[in-house]
């Protein structure tokens, strides 16, 4: 079957750096996204890797590579906006999303 | 720019009773989507379309039906509500079947 795992919640403190860790097993696989999602909002779209290596955007950047199922999503000088749920989606070889659960970051001061 | 519209926000319903979610985009997309969202999980796909008068189930369409006769609207017609459906439910639409989704704001729903 496929599926997507990455952790259920994760705490970091404001300012700090924070890695959130996705690995995924699919039929295929034609991308990577990352989304964030605020309680009670919509997910909002972060990232796209289809190819090895990292993307950086500002303070987020994604990391993927494909030969060990793998992504991550790397936050710098971390706000408390971004306290939010980060959502990873592998897209198969049918080109339908396949999501994680998301991992819910909370952010101290 | 309005993106994605969804109506209602929040909705109450009762066992046996049907409903329809409003989605529309004003983006000229040509792919939308409806996705429920349940604790815990991931976003399940219920049904989509690549364009207008062409829709395909998803991986959880039992008790849904969706049409789409122009580009720009989606609706999802729930017909005889049962508690298993109670949740969020979202309309995404996108540019291409790779691309990244816009989503509307988001459905309550509660079925008692």
């Known amino acids: 079957g496929q599926n997507i795992d990455q952790p259920t919640e994760m705490t970091a403190t404001e300012g700090a750096i924070v890695q959130i860790n996705c690995t995924y097993q699919?039929?295929?696989?034609?991308?990577l996204f990352w989304y964030q999602q605020h309680a009670g909002e919509a997910p909002t779209f972060l990232s796209y890797?289809?190819l090895d290596g990292l993307e950086e955007k500002g303070r987020f950047s994604s990391f993927l590579s494909r030969s060990k199922g793998y992504s991550y999503l790397l936050l710098k000088e971390l706000q408390m906006k971004d306290s939010a749920s980060y959502l990873c989606?592998?897209?198969?070889?049918?080109?339908?999303?396949?999501w994680g659960a998301g991992t819910k970051l909370i952010i101290k001061p | 720019n309005a993106g994605v519209t969804q109506t209602p926000k929040f909705r109450i319903l009762k066992i046996g009773q049907s409903m329809t979610l409003q989605c529309t985009q004003d983006?000229?997309?040509?792919?939308m989507y409806w996705y429920r969202q349940d604790p815990g999980m991931g976003l399940k796909l219920i049904y989509y379309s690549v364009g207008a008068g062409i829709t395909d189930k998803g991986e959880v369409p039992n008790g849904y039906n969706v049409s789409r006769s122009t580009t720009e609207d989606f609706p999802l017609r729930l017909e005889l509500a049962a508690p298993s459906q109670t949740s969020v439910y979202f309309c995404?639409?996108?540019?291409?079947?790779?691309?990244?989704?816009?989503f509307g704001s988001g459905t309550q729903l509660s079925v008692l």
């Open positions: 699919t039929s295929g696989f034609n991308g």
């Open positions: 995404a639409s996108s540019s291409g079947e790779n691309e990244k989704l816009f």
């Open positions: 989606a592998v897209m198969d070889s049918n080109y339908q999303l396949i």
């Open positions: 983006m000229n997309h040509n792919y």
């Open positions: 890797n289809v």
